[in-house]
């Protein structure tokens, strides 16, 4: 009797043992600014130990996180302009804690010049932020429309198939020129195509520092008009204390990433320093469909109380082997990866049928808060892009070349096969600015921007089977533009659920064109 209690007791408390481990809290609490008590909204809360997870505080600067399991946990706090908070607590029971302080670094940080062109979080548009910690997770080395492709409405292809290489974008329909893509509020879009080439900027994820896509008809911006949807990335993040990582990575169809990065931390309380060198390489899914992308980010800033000062430069090189005419749909059950780009006449293909270019983006801002009320911004950037790609072209006619049919061995030729060089040579430069208000009852942002596009285009032929001397150019012309916008948004609450939001944009374009490679004499002088 007394061994059977004995293990009646040891089994009780086996049970309430497990019931403890098993046992589930929650921790909330409320941030505030250490000097004005004032709640601080947005502020990301992490637990660290038997499991990770978080959340945001609201606008009273209160959160909660739930179902997290009993145990010790390193508690982190982190807020744009505040120092980090650190902190050791005990879960054993649901804890409380409404004093919770962050202290202000004196350091105005918070890159406002994205502020004018993303969508606040009053803003009547379909709209979703993709956050840094997001990103690290999804950010594989593909370009960035894979990184988006959970996203709502959002539809992604790759010429190679692997993600790597030419890819494209859809949301709600609409393809890439119909997308307005701005980097810290600088335009990116093409200046002729509208489109924006991701093969030319890769890796620009692993600098990014949050992401908003607007959905549909989007807010006034700089650039290109947005009817598809706006996305908008802000690599001007501030990181205070010293860091680096070295990251290699290697997936499917011979695909690798490697990435070094690393950053200074706050030097001097006035001046940070981040860098970064990416590779990613891989051999696509489609036939030949070869990437060879490198890239490099460089930004460095200063601080004081109430103004920033920073410089960026990224850069992308590129070299791809051409898939871009897609699978013929009779070969999509019997070969379904066929690339016929490149081939020759005895049924090989030319091994540097291959797109090369490089796209090198200069970004300079000036921040300043006059008050708690007030900021301004201006930035100047110059884009700078050069590159060509080469194709085998069979059976081209000499008059397609400008050239009359040449006589060989006695025999009049009409055409002939050529190895062609189309290149761009451009410059795309400008400025942005942005007055912003944040009131009681209004807030509202005066910006706009000023840009010009110059770009050269051309072809050589570096060689021909018969009767055309190497480079020989067999078209060149020119295009300029010039494209001012100046806008004013405001938002207004006429009560607590109701409110009016207003944006007004005026936008006037001059795109003169000096022929084209098919039309070398169409001249338009072209007022918008």
């Known amino acids: 009797m007394e061994n059977r209690l004995r293990y009646v007791i040891m089994f009780i408390g086996l049970l309430c043992l497990a019931a403890q481990a098993d046992a589930q809290y929650s921790f909330s609490g409320k941030i505030t600014d250490q000097t004005t008590h004032q709640p601080i909204a947005g502020a ?121 290489g030419y890819t494209n974008i859809w949301i709600r329909g609409s393809d890439i020129t119909r997308i307005n893509v701005t980097f810290n509020g600088i335009p990116v879009n093409d200046a002729e195509s509208a489109g924006t080439y991701w093969v030319d900027i890769p890796d620009i994820a692993s600098s990014t520092g949050s992401i ?12 290109a008009g947005a009817f598809g949807a706006t996305i908008n990335l802000s690599t001007n993040e501030f990181h205070g204390e010293p860091y680096g990582e070295l990251m290699s990575a290697y997936g499917s169809f011979n695909t ?33 469909a070869s990437s060879d992308l490198k890239s490099l980010y460089f930004s460095t800033a200063y601080f004081n109380k109430k103004t920033s000062l920073r410089f960026n430069l990224f850069s992308g090189k590129e070299k791809t082997y051409q898939a871009w005419d897609g699978v013929p749909g009779d070969s999509l059950k019997t070969h379904r990866t066929y690339n016929d780009l490149g081939q020759m006449p005895n ?76 290149w761009l040579d451009n410059y795309y430069y400008g400025t942005v600015f942005s007055l912003n208000h944040t009131g009681k009852v209004l807030n509202w942002n005066l910006g706009g921007g000023w840009n010009r596009y110059e770009g050269k ?40 659920r109701l409110e009016v939001y207003l944006d007004l944009q005026y936008r006037h374009i001059q795109y003169n064109i000096y022929g084209y490679d098919h039309a070398p004499g169409l001249i338009q002088l072209n007022h918008y």
């Open 347 to 422: 049924g090989k293909f030319y091994d540097n049928q291959t797109d090369n270019y490089q796209q090198t983006y200069y970004q300079l801002f000036l921040n300043h808060e006059i008050n708690s009320r007030w900021n301004f911004n201006i930035a100047a950037f110059l884009t700078r892009g050069k590159g060509y790609y080469e194709e085998y072209k069979m059976d081209q006619a000499y008059s397609t070349y400008g050239l009359s049919n040449p006589v060989v061995g006695g025999d009049t030729l009409k055409s002939t096969d050529l190895i062609r060089d189309l």
């Open 44 to 164: 990301s809360i992490r637990l660290h130990g038997k499991t990770t997870t978080g959340a945001y505080s609201n606008d009273s600067g209160r959160f909660i996180i739930k179902n997290v399991p009993g145990g010790n946990y390193h508690l982190q706090v982190t807020y744009l302009g505040y120092k980090d908070l650190y902190q050791r607590i005990v879960l054993e029971k649901d804890l409380q804690n409404d004093h919770i302080t962050l202290k202000n670094v004196g350091l105005f940080v918070k890159p406002i010049e994205i502020t004018s062109t993303r969508a606040g979080k009053n803003a009547p548009f379909t709209k979703t932020i993709i956050t840094a910690e997001e990103i690290k997770k999804n950010n594989l080395g593909q370009d960035l429309p894979y990184l988006l492709k959970g996203q709502p409405s959002v539809i992604t292809t790759s010429d190679a198939g692997a993600g790597v």
């Open 256 to 288: 690798w990433k490697h990435e070094v990065k690393a950053g200074s931390g706050l030097l001097n309380n006035h001046f940070t320093v981040d860098a970064r060198l990416s590779t990613v390489s891989s051999d696509g899914y489609i036939d030949r």
């Open 212 to 223: 908003q896509v607007q959905r549909g008809v989007g807010t006034s911006t700089n650039g």
């Open 457 to 496: 285009h051309y072809g050589k032929v570096v060689w021909a089977r018969y009767a055309i001397d190497k480079d020989y150019r067999y078209y060149y012309n020119t295009a300029n533009k010039n494209d001012f916008n100046l806008y004013w948004k405001g938002d207004k609450a006429l009560s607590a």
